[in-house]
């Protein structure tokens, strides 16, 4: 084993430890990656949540991160020492199921490793996450990072970005299509930057109306504030495509009822089940959809997608030693609009 430093929760606690970690050898097709910038999502919080009072089960967070290539198992071609890489919430599957050969390897049949609190599919040990200055992976689940992306601005695009991405992008939106985003944090400022660089005509829907400002400089056309029933009103059956990344449960009627005649309301919040009233379905034929991370052609056509058009994320970049208070601001709705954790101070 190998060892190295990381930001863990252990026991009746959801505050995270500076602690040591260790990672497995090297395998044939591994890779070690240093990790530099890792994203906080709002799932990190989800599952510190969940963990809270769990003794005897160590998590630690962090999804979406980027960094360097140190070195190679023998039989990695694609990548050496160096290689500027990213790795997203998704390390492993099975890669034999018809998801994972239609190359959607988020949807595997036998589920895909997470990339932290997944099973390794050879040893059985749980994965830790990319709050942690080393990580150890599948080659096969590595990004190269295209040059020109910011490697901090980029982390949130493995879990944030990719998870917009699949929705817009399967949904068809492009010039001429009308897309609103719900919920303008970390997903829903990278669904605004990507609706608007693939040609559409796009509006945010929030609570925060001081938020107007920002999405304008995200090259969004409209703002509605979502508390406003006069401008919900107004907006009725106005988006062919709305994206909803709003973390905590909530009535989707409102949001059904902003979708044009045949378009897709896309749910992306984890939320457990939710009540639909089938008239909001009915009334314009609107479909329900949802969607969650995205698979490996995807994940590299995204980064490609977003370095040809000069897209990262809002961040506010914090040593990892403040990742508690990072946590605490997000917990609040105080994040412009992905903190990102600089891992360097772990050396
Ligand atoms: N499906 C997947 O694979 C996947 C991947 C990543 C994340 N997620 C989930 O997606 C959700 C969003 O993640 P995120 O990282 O973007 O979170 P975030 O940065 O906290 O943003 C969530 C946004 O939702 C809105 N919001 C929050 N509380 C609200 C409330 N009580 N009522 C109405 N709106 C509220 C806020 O936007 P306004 O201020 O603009 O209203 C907030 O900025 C989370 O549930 C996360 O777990 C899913
Ligand atoms: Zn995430
Ligand atoms: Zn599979």
Known sequence: MRTTTGWQAEGATAILR??????????????????DYCGVCHSDMHALRDHDGKAGHPLVPGHEFTGVVTETGPEVTRFSAGDRVAVGNIIDSCGQ????R????????????LTYGGSDRQDGSTTLGGYSREYVVRDQFVYPLPDGLDPAGAAPLLCAGITVWEPLHTLGVGPGSRVAVAGMGGLGHLAVKMAVALGATTSVISRSPDKADDARRFGAHGFIVSTDPEQMAKARDGFDVVIDTISTPHDLGPYLRLVAMDGTLSHLGHLGSVTVETMDLLVGRKKLSSAGSGGRPATAAMLEFCADKGITAEIELLPSARVNEALDRLRRNDV???????????D
């Open 102 to 113: 239609a190359g959607q390897e988020n949807f595997c049949h036998a589920f895909p490793t």
């Open 18 to 35: 500076r602690a040591l970690l260790q990672r497995r050898d090297l395998r044939p097709d591994d890779l070690a990656v240093q990790i």
């Open 97 to 100: 199921c018809a998801m994972c």
């Open 336 to 346: 412009r609009y992905r903190f990102v954790l600089d891992m360097s101070d772990l």
